[in-house]
Nanobody, 118 residues
Framework: QVQLVESGGGLVQPGGSLRLSCAAS????????MYWYRQAPGKQRELVAS???????IYLDSVKGRFTISRDNAKNTMYLQMNSLMPEDTAVYYC????????????WGQGTQVTVSS
């Protein structure tokens, strides 16, 4: 079993920055792709960014140029640097790990709240 623990959320003013972290309970980065999702009240969960074991990245259009996903394999930790935050970025942010091989086992973190408000 793998545990993922997110941290770094909080309240920030529009235009501010936060860095989210997702720490895994054991090394899994060589076999897992990693993802950040978010879910705002009354909305479906959406994929914000993803990073492969080779550090190839994909971003949601609305966060391109503002958010950066990265991973530190030595620390078993993934990050989401969020700059120029806007009120519409307010959501609970979740990290996800998915094995790159069948049966594509998936793990989720518990989520961390990000609130962008003046």
């Amino acid at each position: 079993q793998v545990q993922l623990v997110e941290s770094g959320g909080g309240l920030v003013q529009p235009g501010g920055s936060l860095r989210l972290s997702c720490a895994a309970s054991r090394s899994l980065f060589s076999d897992y792709s990693m993802y950040w999702y978010r879910q705002a009240p009354g909305k479906q969960r959406e994929l914000v960014a993803s990073i492969t074991r080779d550090s190839d990245t994909i971003y949601l259009d609305s966060v391109k140029g503002r958010f950066t996903i990265s991973r530190d394999n030595a620390k078993n930790t993934m990050y989401l640097q969020m700059n120029s935050l806007m009120p519409e970025d307010t959501a609970v942010y979740y990290c996800r790990a998915r094995n790159i091989r069948p049966p594509w086992t998936t793990y989720w973190g518990q989520g961390t709240q990000v609130t962008v408000s003046s």
